[in-house]
């Protein structure tokens, strides 16, 4: 099996620095209550940040992420978007960490004083984690791509809001898990209305002649990485619409790809076992892939 976050193990990362709380610890003695709302509850948001020559890039849309998500939740976060900016460089530099780098930046409600959803037993601050790794993305992934199934979980709105980044993953874990019994590498998921949402762990883009289509965003993640290449596209005058659109318009493509923050653009070569174009990496995929590339090395400028 493949997947959007396929990277090659690191000796490194077996004596990281933690962050929690405050204070650091390795790796190994990184603990956190049982009490903790994030597990008992799953109850708090997340962001994943890439490092890339020492700049955290989009820092800002990831923060605003982070706090538009813990306001819809009700999670008051009492360290500030700089604060957090700074723990964030403090972290890197406890590290001696430079580029390849993925950080997941946790924000739980807190601990409890017992096991109990309501946040009204809330003892205290929300607990703050940062866990750094070295992970470079597998280039092999950009080039090869990956194969999707279609799955009958749905991202829909009235069991969990999807452009909140919680710590409850219940949802698209179970997409996960349907899309690996049926041999694919992501579940590529529906909205209650039938029509393409996103997959379980990356959003989701077709090519249809020469115009770019992606879901118009309602019921997916409101992801980083999804919002720069549509900007991309309409700097470089790409057709591209967000629109709803189905299982046949996704069949019929001529290319398909995902995006995510870990490894960025990425080609999808089949959709329940239906070859996409030629089975290989698209024309257009491969443009798009350069595109962001060079986006990304300019911020370094």
Known sequence: MTSTHEYKEDVRNKDIQIYINGEFYHRSKAYISVLDAGFLLGDGVWEGIRLH??????????????????????????????ELKKILTETLEKNNMFSDVHIRLIISRGLKKTPYQHPKVTIGDPSIVIIPE???PDPKVGINGIRLAIVSTLRDNRVQNPHVNSLSKHNCIA??????????DEGL???PYGYISTCNSTNFFIIKSNEVWTSTGEHCLNGITRQNVIRICKEKQISLKEKNFNVKDVLSAHEIFVTGTFAGIIPVISVDEKVIGNGIRGEKTKILQDYYIKDIESKNL
Do not use: P, V
């Open 134 to 136: 070295y992970k470079k």
């Open 189 to 191: 998921m529906l909205d």
């Open 53 to 82: 020559n020492g700049i955290l890039l989009h820092l800002d849309d990831h923060l605003d992420r982070l706090f538009y998500g813990a306001n819809e939740i009700a999670l008051e976060i009492s360290t500030s978007k700089e």
């Open 175 to 184: 997409a996960c898990i349907e899309a690996d019994k049926k041999g694919a």
